[in-house]
């Protein structure tokens, strides 16, 4: 993905959020209104019973679900961290960012452009901090004082 895209996409954030919330809803829907009860069916040419492994579409759905919802969670982090960003911009600052990376217009200010691509690299690295975290691996100690001197940055 090109770091405009990247960049372009923490413009979105509200409604990749909306998108798999809504997901995560149709899914349920159509989880729900599948019937999970045995019937007949004909295999290799013979009458037999034929039903799912609930056990295993329990699983699948839920575990969905879940991954479904730590994105979510990880979207809402992206948003939290990119707002305390915007928050501390002037209002010409922020047309610009709007103008070039939320409407695709070819307007230049290469300041601006490394100020939210450091910003944006640095909220990247806090989630692949935080989701080493999460998943309990061991960050490394450059990673750790990396992610502390982030958050003292994102907290000023």
Same mark, same amino acid.
């Given at each position: 993905?090109?770091?405009?895209?990247?960049? &372009?996409?923490?413009?979105? *954030?509200?409604?990749?959020?909306?998108? @798999?919330? /809504?997901?995560?809803?149709?899914?349920?829907?159509?989880?729900? /209104?599948?019937?999970?009860? @045995?019937?007949? &069916? #004909?295999?290799?040419?013979?009458?037999? @019973?034929? &039903?799912?492994?609930?056990?295993?579409?329990?699983? /699948?759905?839920?575990?969905?679900?879940?991954?479904?919802?730590?994105?979510?969670?990880?979207?809402? *982090?992206?948003?939290?961290?990119? /707002?305390?960003?915007?928050? #501390?911009?002037?209002?010409?600052?922020?047309?610009?960012?709007?103008?070039?990376?939320?409407?695709?217009?070819?307007?230049?200010?290469?300041?601006?452009?490394? *100020?939210?691509?450091?910003?944006?690299?640095?909220?990247?690295?806090?989630?692949?901090?935080?989701?080493?975290?999460?998943? &309990?691996?061991?960050?490394?100690?450059?990673?750790?004082?990396?992610?502390?001197? #982030?958050?003292?940055?994102?907290?000023?």
């Amino acid at each position: 993905m090109a770091v405009k895209d990247v960049i &372009g996409s923490y413009f979105s *954030l509200d409604d990749r959020i909306s998108k @798999t919330k /809504n997901r995560i809803r149709n899914s349920r829907i159509n989880f729900y /209104n599948r019937s999970l009860t @045995t019937r007949l &069916g #004909m295999i290799d040419d013979q009458l037999t @019973t034929v &039903g799912c492994d609930i056990e295993t579409e329990v699983t /699948n759905h839920v575990s969905a679900t879940q991954i479904a919802e730590q994105h979510i969670r990880v979207l809402r *982090l992206k948003k939290h961290y990119f /707002n305390a960003f915007w928050n #501390m911009l002037d209002t010409s600052s922020k047309e610009y960012y709007i103008d070039r990376y939320k409407h695709d217009m070819d307007v230049s200010n290469n300041e601006l452009d490394e *100020l939210i691509l450091d910003e944006v690299k640095e909220i990247e690295q806090a989630i692949r901090y935080q989701k080493k975290h999460y998943e &309990g691996e061991e960050p490394t100690n450059k990673e750790k004082k990396d992610y502390e001197t #982030m958050l003292e940055l994102l907290e000023a």
